[in-house]
């Protein structure tokens, strides 16, 4: 497949997402990776943050080497399982640090843990992010174009997504998906609502098919009828799947921009080659 260039826009915001690594030989895998992708001038990366902060000192150092090479770079956050003291003490760090963005989440409950902790949703924490540092941080949170996996109805959806908006963020990146009319309609629907805010769709590219089925499993994605029966039918043909997944990924990226999205999130899961031919096939 053959994409025109689309026109660059400096309004767009382009960026990417990691999750800090755990060996030596990750650390090492992580760090070419953003080096690759740095020469792209990404708004920002995105580091993730383990519930109850179980992988919070990973996910400042690698966000301290990431600004140490001259990229923004902004910690997850999220507060499931973690005590409001805890969380102001992570926040103070990151100011100490001179973070100015983060990315604000719920997160997963660890398993075998019965406490959901003081702050129970997003919005909770947001709103005590802004209680207890005002206007410094920019704040980026989720929302769900098909709806989060424990959202009751559809309502329900944006009425958890206005919550989080009100009590202060700044911007949202959505869980990612296959099929733009759920995002275009789910920006319809925000705007009728009174969110005003960015709304960038997150973008995952696809180069394990169980891989992404187990996520899209986990997440409430959707993966077309007819995506998974391709990518099926290609069994281990991991070359056949990632050249798909490069046509179907680059389309829906093209067709997001032309159509006015504010921007991409891309799910890189620590690796630089499909974001970066993907961002090369849009000529941005």
């Known amino acids: 497949m053959t994409s025109s260039p689309l026109t660059p826009s400096t309004s767009h915001t382009y960026s990417f997402e ?18 690759q ?11 993730t943050f383990g519930a109850g902060g179980s992988t919070q000192q990973g996910t ?10 001259g990229q923004n770079a ?7 399982a973690s005590s409001k003291a805890e969380i102001a003490a992570t ?56 709806y989060h996996p424990q959202t009751r109805n559809a309502a329900d959806e944006l009425k958890n997504f ?20 759920a ?36 997440c409430g994605a959707e993966i077309p009828r007819w995506m998974r029966i391709k990518l099926e ?5 991991t070359a056949s799947i990632r050249a798909f997944g490069l046509d179907v990924v680059t389309a829906l990226c093209e067709k997001l921009l032309e159509a006015g999205a504010p921007g991409l999130h891309f799910y890189t899961l620590n690796q630089a080659g499909p974001a970066s031919t993907i961002w090369q096939r849009l000529g941005l």
């Open 18 to 35: 990691f999750f800090p690594p755990k060996t030596p030989e990750g650390k090492a895998n992580l760090r070419a990776t953003w080096q």
């Open 37 to 47: 992708l740095a020469p792209l001038k990404p708004r920002f990366f995105s580091v």
């Open 60 to 69: 400042l150092d690698t966000v301290l080497e990431i600004r140490a090479g």
């Open 74 to 80: 902004a910690p997850h956050i999220s507060c499931v």
């Open 91 to 146: 926040l103070s760090r990151y100011r100490e640090n001179g973070i100015r963005h983060l990315v604000a989440l719920r997160g997963d409950m660890p398993s075998g843990l019965a406490s959901a902790g003081e702050l129970r949703y997003a919005n909770e924490l947001v709103a005590f992010i802004r209680e207890t540092t005002g206007d410094w941080f920019h704040i980026e949170v989720a929302c769900y174009p098909e």
């Open 162 to 181: 206005k919550r989080k908006v009100d009590a202060g963020a700044n911007s949202a990146i959505t869980q990612y998906f296959y099929n733009a009319d």
């Open 183 to 218: 995002y275009f309609r789910f920006v319809e629907e925000c705007a009728a609502t009174g969110i005003g805010i960015p709304i960038v769709p997150g973008i995952m590219p696809i180069g394990n098919f169980s891989q992404l089925a187990r996520f899209s499993d986990a």
């Open 233 to 237: 039918s290609y069994r281990d043909d």
